[in-house]
């Protein structure tokens, strides 16, 4: 069977494409035609900064939702997950009743279960902010930044969608690490030194793009619009109280970050950068917050023979597996600038979205990685 055939089948079974990698198809799809009207209103709502008053008069006011609306296709469900997480997550911000007693019973019911018809956690996170939140208005072969729009924001400012834009990018980049990685696991029986070496240098300049898009953050989103309004909405929470359910749960959860992404996790994973064992236990964590289809890829590469076998390699092989994870690590690096620039320079104690004391674990993650190459 023809191999692009074989990596897209096995990339399909994972809820990827091999040309758009974790990012949903239509890549331009129309959130908003699955919403119940009024609700949809949100998108225009939430970026008017509405005060407390006026937001809480705001919620009141949606008609109740029926189970006749409730939605009947994945994508439909997506709409739903990211506008009811939105809501919520700017009524804990903007309503001080939200943070104290818990989420309202019409917000909290139906943000529940539709988390749960996702199996993923009730909290905003990667999925939505970023993968069912960017779209292409472009044909298909338009790599700019400029054909990449976004859907939902908690705020008029252009810094917050210039975020999820250009991690939107990153994940469509992305794509070709994905296959590449497919590419190497299914072919890792034959034998082809010469093949496994250009397919990991293929992935060595991915990656060196995917290092320019993600400084190009710096172009359009300003650290201290960043710190000081979007971070608070993408936050997590403890001991929630959702009200409307039986019992009434107090739920915990880290809020969004792209350590939810399966990109860097396939990477560790298809290339033995960080083993199971070596892991650490956060990332592990944030894949409960992927989509389970980008979850289940980075376990099967995880199961794969294939990272043992390059941690074991010789000759060119390994020098070409140690120059991508050197990537891999250079990535990391200029993440860590960035965690600088945009969190620590304003408190070395603020947690990250995703709760993590940044700079210590981001750099015992670039130090494990490090490591592998060193045994
Ligand atoms: C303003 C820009 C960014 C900031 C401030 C930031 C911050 C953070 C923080 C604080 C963490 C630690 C986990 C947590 O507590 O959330 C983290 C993890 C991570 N972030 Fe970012 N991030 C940014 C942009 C990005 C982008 C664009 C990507 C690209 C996909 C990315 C990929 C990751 C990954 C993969 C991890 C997990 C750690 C690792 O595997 O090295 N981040 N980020």
Not at 52 to 76: F, G, I
Not at 150 to 176: C, K, M, N, S
Not at 252 to 281: I, M, N, R, W
Not at 288 to 308: K, Q
Request: a negative charge; hydrophobic letters at 40%.
């Amino acid at each position: 069977m023809d191999l692009s055939f074989q990596i897209e089948r096995l990339l399909n079974s994972f809820s990827m494409t091999s040309e758009w990698g974790c990012i949903p198809l239509p890549s331009n799809w129309d959130h908003a035609r699955y919403l119940p009207n009024k609700w949809k209103d949100y998108i225009e709502v939430l970026p008017n900064s509405l005060n407390e008053r006026s937001y809480q008069k705001w919620v009141n006011d949606l008609p109740d939702l029926r189970p006749e609306s409730l939605p009947t296709d994945r994508m439909a469900w997506e709409a739903w997950m990211r506008m009811l997480s939105m809501i919520a997550h700017a009524g804990l911000v903007r309503i001080s009743d939200w943070k104290e007693h818990g989420v309202p019973a019409r917000i909290a019911v139906p943000w529940y279960a539709t988390a749960q018809e996702l199996n993923r956690p009730t909290v905003i996170g990667h999925p939505s902010l970023v993968l069912f939140n960017g779209k292409h208005l472009a044909d298909s072969d338009d790599y700019s930044l400029a054909s990449v729009g976004v859907d939902g924001q908690f705020l008029p400012d252009p810094d917050e969608a210039w975020f999820y834009r250009i991690t939107w990018q990153i994940e469509r980049l992305g794509a070709f690490i994905h296959v590449s990685l497919a590419q190497l696991a299914l072919m890792k029986d034959a034998g082809e030194e010469d093949a496994f070496v250009s397919i990991l240098g293929g992935i060595d300049r991915q990656l060196a793009i995917v290092i320019s898009m993600l400084n190009r953050m710096y172009d359009g989103c300003d650290p201290a619009v960043f710190y000081h309004k979007i971070r608070p909405y993408l936050s997590g929470f403890e001991g929630l109280q959702f009200r409307g359910l039986e019992g009434q749960p107090r739920l915990t959860f880290a809020g969004g970050s792209a350590a939810q992404s399966s990109l860097l996790q396939a990477l560790d994973a298809g290339l033995g950068g960080a083993s199971p064992e070596s892991g650490h236990p956060f990332l592990k964590e944030m894949r409960a917050y992927m989509d389970p289809g980008h979850r289940s890829w980075v376990a099967w590469l995880e199961a794969h023979p294939l990272g043992s076998c390059l941690r074991k390699s010789s000759g060119p092989v390994r020098q070409a597996w140690l120059e991508t994870l050197e990537r891999v690590v250079q990535f990391r690096n200029e993440h860590l600038k960035m965690v600088a620039t945009y969190i620590l320079q304003f408190s070395e104690k603020a947690p990250g979205t995703g709760g993590t004391a940044p700079d210590v674990f981001l750099r015992t993650v670039r130090n494990r990685t490090r490591k592998v190459m060193d045994q």
